[in-house]
């Protein structure tokens, strides 16, 4: 815990329990996390290890039973809802695995959908053009498929300039192929524009491309990879 | 524990219930009503019907009334053994003036004879409290109960009473009830007074003495025997009776109270049949929408249930099933407030009319209709949703349903689009997107609008009503009635009373009017040319003159003689020399209440081929001196009765509130209720429908405020698109309900003001806030991570 100047964000002692008494569940048992910015980090980890609760938290959509976040030097867990909402708007983007677009916007409509509300956006149709689907900008979500929804779900998320990018699962619906696309316009978010980025993958493969590798199992963080030589995603595989 | 004792299908069946508790009581709510309403509104109706028919029954009343100036009462044995003719009775009827301690104003009522010892008769009393009058005591009479009540009077009190031009001091020794004033109203008036109408009944012997009708009699009371024809026996009596100044007998049909009796049960019979069908409508709409949302986001598990070899059945039956809790619950609910409205209305009819037992007691067949046409309303509002779920293939019901595809959208709103925010975007769409579920939620919200429209419109309409009755058409203060028509000269006496300060002469004729097979028993009113106080108004309001010769006739009696201007209408006069004459309708006039015709005073006075007479005066008066007119009058021994205008106009205004508001006040409850049914219907399911939606956007950043605009601004738009769409609906009900109360005794206008438009639009406007503000509660407490693990 020396770097804390170059941390993007930071946990400590993060606990998540769900239900009480005899169904006590562990989601996370006492977790510390530094991530630099600027940095790419892969989630590994069984199912059930306990990601998906923790890249919550630290994107501000849940809250920890025990422990503390903070956002460079904001305590995160201190925030109440209003400034939650305000955190999200303005410094964290998403990407889940069933793309959660508005069917009733086109892509160019559910980007402007985030634009409008952010501080110092780009325009929508640029990042569009970032994740390569300016020709699709008028479609509606109906008319794209599993990957171009995927990317345009990308475009939402990092069109604010977000600090922080969150992918949960982004390629968990989609074959290889579109996977490495969608990847691939992650990882040009986070080597343009120098957005922390976390995400989770079932793929150890995926690991290849990433700065830092943490590997989750039983609510813990086992191990922690660092890479030296990240790789490109059109070189994965799986 | 409950749910551990059942089938896993019907654990599921109690959790869906529950987790759309809140829609499943607004539809049983709204159930509930329609149910409610037809129980209380039929059972009311068979109830009145029922005591009605039963106090007929029991205390004789009269089929026939024949009036008479003076008949000998050797003349029954003629009367009685007329064809068709079961039983006949004479008496003595006259109208009196009436004062009793403490009141200022002269109080108008009426006097019948009775036999000397109480014996079952034709008309006959009920005899409540006290004791019949002795024969002995001439002074004793017995009284109508609302009236002695309403002085605070009762046995062994005193009243005056003028009878035949003498003021007599008369004991009450009695307080009855009468099945000819179950509605006691004074002849010529709307509405009830009870402090202002009485009616005495006194020893026949007494009252011949007074009237100078010794040996004879004024009014037989006939009833008729089974399958006999009332209008032969009526046309026998007037031809019988004719050489004894017959004014024409009539029916239960003109008979006052009975006339006003009918009428209520016919209101009564119109509710029943308007207003319940629309809340069952709307329970339908509601029932439909929700279960094919309920059925649409359960596509899978319906998939998954027939995979594991549940059969098409087995499934309908689930959902069947939950339509049947939440029909039972509504129905439930129907009959406690079908019950509790109904026996309130019972009390508040007690009041109104007046019988000696009035229980409120809705027969099988009324709830019996009730269940079935709810369960049958259920059943099609939900038939071909849970069918559509059980034709599903398992295969097909399994995959998820793509997402919603918007890009059809109108070219229109395209352009539209340009200039909105992306959320306003997504509300249009939206819309456009399922045009007939938006159009069925504007329909329903428009239902509830207009039915607050139609049910207080008749405020306005009632107050309309008599504004132009009492200060456009007969402007009068007081209006003064002779026991004999008088010398035109008697004005100028009206005139030097206390506090007069113009007079109006007027002649009341009894006629009966007859065009071919329609014939009328009426009154012409010979009014002078140059009447200024009770005046005549065409069609626009404006002040008609009377035409030198033939008759004006209200447009209501013209209607029910169906004669027009110009046509010739056969006039048979019922007093002096009796002629029969054809005169010429001059014209259609405005009238509201009653059936007037009217003539001028000269030649309505030549026809009769006397000078000129006057049988009474309305009169303007001076509101400083009142007491001392009423002095006055109460000891005028010419005077049979008096009305006084602002004492009726105040007594409508307080039974309009008493009733019509009472009426108002649920049945503005049930449409706000309706309101609120669909509206919140309609926001809690798009909310289970886009909560993933929603809970995206509060993920992206957008505040509780910005994503309940999506779902709350969609509403708004709903509710705003249903305003235009209830006034519409609201004012065709009104016409169907003014067409409906259209009667004899009075018209209603169709009259809405802005104001009921406003009302109408305040509780709907309320009703979907509240209902807004249920659903916002829910927004806020959207859960962000559990929308993320699932797809759609
Ligand atoms: N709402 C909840 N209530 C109870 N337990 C929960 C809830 N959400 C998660 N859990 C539990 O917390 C633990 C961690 O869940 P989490 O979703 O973080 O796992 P994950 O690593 O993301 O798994 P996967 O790879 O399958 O997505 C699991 O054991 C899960 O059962
Ligand atoms: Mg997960």
Redesign the pocket.
């Known amino acids: 815990m020396n770097t804390v100047d170059n941390a993007a964000f930071r946990a400590e002692g993060l606990t998540k329990v769900?239900?009480v008494g005899e169904s006590k569940?562990y989601?996370l048992r006492g977790v510390d996390l530094q991530v630099p910015r600027g940095e790419m980090v892969v989630l590994l980890?069984p199912?059930?290890?306990?990601?998906?609760?923790l890249l919550n938290i630290l994107g501000g959509l849940d809250s920890p039973t025990e422990g503390k976040v903070f956002f460079g030097t904001r305590e995160l867990t201190a925030f109440d809802d209003r400034h939650l909402t305000l955190f999200r708007r303005e410094s964290v983007g998403f990407v889940f695995q069933f793309y959660n677009l508005i069917p009733s916007l086109t892509a160019r409509e559910n980007v402007a959908l985030v634009t409008e509300i952010a501080r110092d956006p780009m325009a929508p149709e640029e990042a569009l053009a970032l994740v390569g689907l300016e020709p699709r900008m008028d479609h509606f979500p109906a008319q794209l498929s599993g990957g171009e929804q995927q990317r345009v779900a990308i475009a939402r998320a990092i069109a604010k300039k977000p600090q922080v990018l969150f992918c949960d699962e982004p390629t968990g619906a989609l074959d290889s192929q579109t996977g490495i696309v969608v990847l691939q316009a992650i990882a040009r978010v986070n080597h343009e524009l120098n957005t922390t980025t976390m995400v989770i993958t079932?793929n150890a493969g995926i690991a290849a491309m990433a700065d830092r590798v943490l590997q989750m199992a039983d609510g813990e963080i086992q191990d922690i990879r660092i890479n030296a030589e990240p790789c490109d995603p059109a070189a994965l595989s799986w | 524990m409950l749910i551990e004792l059942c089938k896993p299908l019907d654990r599921k069946l109690l959790r869906d219930l529950w987790a759309i508790k809140g829609q499943a009581l607004a539809i049983a709510l709204v159930i509930g009503c329609g149910i409610g309403m037809y129980i209380m509104s039929r059972g009311m109706l068979e109830s009145l019907q029922e005591t009605r028919n039963a106090y007929y029954e029991r205390y004789r009343f009269a089929d026939l009334w024949a009036p008479v100036k003076r008949a000998p009462d050797a003349l029954l044995e003629q009367i009685a053994t007329l064809p068709g003719v079961r039983r006949a009775e004479t008496r003595i009827r006259a109208g009196v003036i009436l004062d009793v301690e403490g009141a200022s104003a002269p109080i108008t009522g009426e006097i019948q004879s009775l036999p000397e010892k109480p014996t079952p008769h034709i008309n006959d009393i009920v005899l409540r409290r006290g004791r019949y009058f002795d024969p002995q005591h001439e002074e004793e009479v017995l009284a109508l109960q609302s009236f002695v009540e309403a002085h605070g009077l009762g046995p062994g009190d005193h009243l005056y009473a003028i009878l035949n031009g003498t003021k007599k001091k008369l004991t009450i020794t009695g307080v009855v009830l009468s099945p000819e004033y179950v509605y006691a109203i004074s002849p010529g008036e709307i509405v009830p007074d009870k402090k202002r109408f009485g009616v005495l009944w006194m020893n026949r012997e007494a009252l011949a003495n007074a009237f100078d009708l010794d040996g004879a009699f004024n009014e037989a009371a006939l009833l008729l025997s089974p399958g006999a024809s009332e209008d032969a026996v009526i046309e026998r009596l007037d031809t019988l009776l004719k050489r004894f100044g017959a004014t024409g007998a009539y029916g239960r049909k003109q008979q006052i109270s009975d006339q006003f009796l009918t009428n209520e049960i016919n209101q009564l019979n119109t509710m029943g049949r308007v207003l319940p069908p629309v809340f069952l409508l709307v329970a339908a709409f509601l029932l439909n929408v929700v279960i094919n949302r309920l059925i649409d986001t359960e596509r899978e598990q319906i998939g998954l249930l027939k995979a594991f070899g549940y059969s098409g059945v087995s499934v309908a039956l689930h959902y069947l099933k939950m339509i049947g809790v939440v029909t039972l619950l509504g129905i439930a609910i129907g009959m406690v407030l079908g019950l509790w409205l109904g026996h309130g209305l019972a009390a508040m009819y007690q009041d109104y009319f007046k019988f000696p037992f009035l229980l409120f007691s809705a027969p099988a067949d009324v709830y019996l209709i009730a269940i079935g046409a709810s369960l049958a309303v259920a059943g099609t509002g939900t038939v071909s949703a849970v069918l559509r779920a059980t034709r599903l293939e398992p295969a097909v019901a399994m995959v998820p349903p793509p997402p919603p595809d918007y890009s059809r959208s109108a070219a229109g709103l395209e352009r539209l689009a340009r200039w909105l925010d992306q959320p306003t975007r997504m509300i249009l769409r939206h819309l456009y997107r399922w045009p007939k579920r938006a159009g069925l939620t504007v329909l329903g919200i428009g239902m509830s609008m207009g039915l607050l429209i139609g049910s207080s419109f008749s405020l306005d309409a009632m107050l309309y009503m008599v504004d132009i009755s009492f200060n456009v058409i007969d402007r009068q203060d007081v209006t003064v009635n002779f026991v004999e028509p008088r010398n035109l000269r008697a004005v100028q006496d009206l005139l030097h009373a206390p506090g007069v300060m113009a007079a109006e002469p007027f002649r009341a004729v009894p006629v009966v009017l007859r065009n071919g097979q329609f014939k009328r028993r009426e009154a012409i009113v010979g009014l002078s040319d140059n009447a200024e106080l009770s005046r005549v108004v065409d069609t626009a309001l404006r002040p008609v003159p009377l035409p030198p010769d033939g008759l004006l006739l209200s447009d209501k009696l013209a209607e029910l003689l169906h004669v027009e201007a110009g046509d010739l209408l056969r006039v048979e006069i019922r007093t002096g020399r009796r002629p029969e004459v054809d005169i010429p309708v001059r014209g259609i006039v405005k009238t509201y209440m009653g059936t007037a015709a009217y003539m001028n005073l000269d030649s309505l006075n030549s026809l009769l081929k006397e000078d000129i007479a006057i049988t009474g005066g309305y009169l303007l008066v001076d509101s400083q001196h009142t007491d001392a007119l009423y002095r006055a009058l109460k000891n005028t021994p010419v005077v049979s009765g008096v009305s006084l205008q602002e004492q009726a106009q105040n007594a409508f205004y307080d039974t309009l509130q008493e009733s019509l508001g009472t009426f108002v006040f649920f049945n503005t409850l049930f449409a706000g209720l309706i309101a609120v049914g669909v509206v919140y219907n309609n926001a809690r399911i798009s909310l289970s429908e886009r909560g993933r939606e929603l809970a995206s956007l509060r993920v992206l950043g957008l505040t509780r405020g910005e994503v309940s605009y999506i779902l709350l601004g969609e509403l708004a738009l709903l509710t705003l698109l249903a305003l235009p769409l209830g006034a519409f609906l609201g004012y065709a009900l009104a016409r169907g309900l003014v067409y409906s109360f259209n009667t004899e005794l009075f018209r209603i206008p169709l009259i809405i003001s802005p104001a009921t438009y406003g009302y109408a639009v305040l509780v709907v406007v309320l009703a979907a806030i509240g209902s807004g503000l249920l659903v916002r509660r829910r927004i806020d407490r959207l859960d962000l991570i559990s929308v993320l693990k699932t797809r759609e």
Do not use: D, E, L
């Open positions: 769900y239900g569940v989601a980890g199912s059930g290890s306990g990601k998906s609760t079932h």
